[in-house]
């Protein structure tokens, strides 16, 4: 299997840090934390930016136990789940940000998919996510965690609401 972003099914930003880095005409990959000083990431990622690393792969099926199973997704798979393949985001089950999951109600099934063509996102939406150009093009706002206080934090809220379709209060 290659490597791949897996995104989330709520927001469309990927439940993951990872990202290529350009290193001398070739291309490193940067899997959410330095690899013994191999790679560091292409966008300096904060505290605020932990959030894309904890994720949750939600059933999309009657009966898959557990309904709702937590933790950090590479190459398509929640580590430590055996059907835990979200692939692009919607497969054996459905990858969320745990952020995401939340706003949503949290969810014990998952149907609806998101789709990358047409979206805002779609042309960040490469092998893995390109964080640098998003970033560069002023989006990074869309990476903050979205539980935060900061205006950035605020507008992606405000954002995801808006997906969710929940009315604000």
């Not at 299997?1 to 840090?17: D, E, H, K, R």
């Not at 898959?64 to 950090?72: I, Y």
Request: glycine share 12%; aromatic share 10%.
């Amino acid at each position: 299997m290659g490597v791949t972003a897996s995104y989330c099914q709520v927001c469309g930003i990927p439940v993951q840090q990872d990202h290529y880095v350009p290193m001398g005409g070739m291309f490193a990959i940067y899997r959410g934390e330095p690899e013994d000083g191999h790679c560091e990431p292409a966008v300096p990622f904060g505290g605020e930016h932990g959030w894309l690393k904890r994720a949750v792969a939600v059933a999309v099926r009657d009966g898959q136990a557990p309904a709702v199973a937590h933790g950090e997704i590479h190459d398509g798979y929640l580590e430590g789940l055996e059907d835990g393949m979200v692939w692009d985001g919607f497969d054996e089950r459905a990858a969320l940000h745990e952020a995401c999951w939340e706003m949503a109600g949290k969810p014990e099934r998952w149907t609806r998919q998101w789709t990358i063509d047409g979206s805002a996102l779609e042309k960040y939406c490469e092998q893995l996510f390109e964080f640098e150009q998003l970033v560069a093009d002023g989006l990074g706002w869309m990476i903050v965690d979205p539980r935060f206080d900061s205006a950035d934090a605020q507008k992606n809220r405000a954002r995801i609401v808006d997906l969710l379709g929940i009315a604000r209060a």
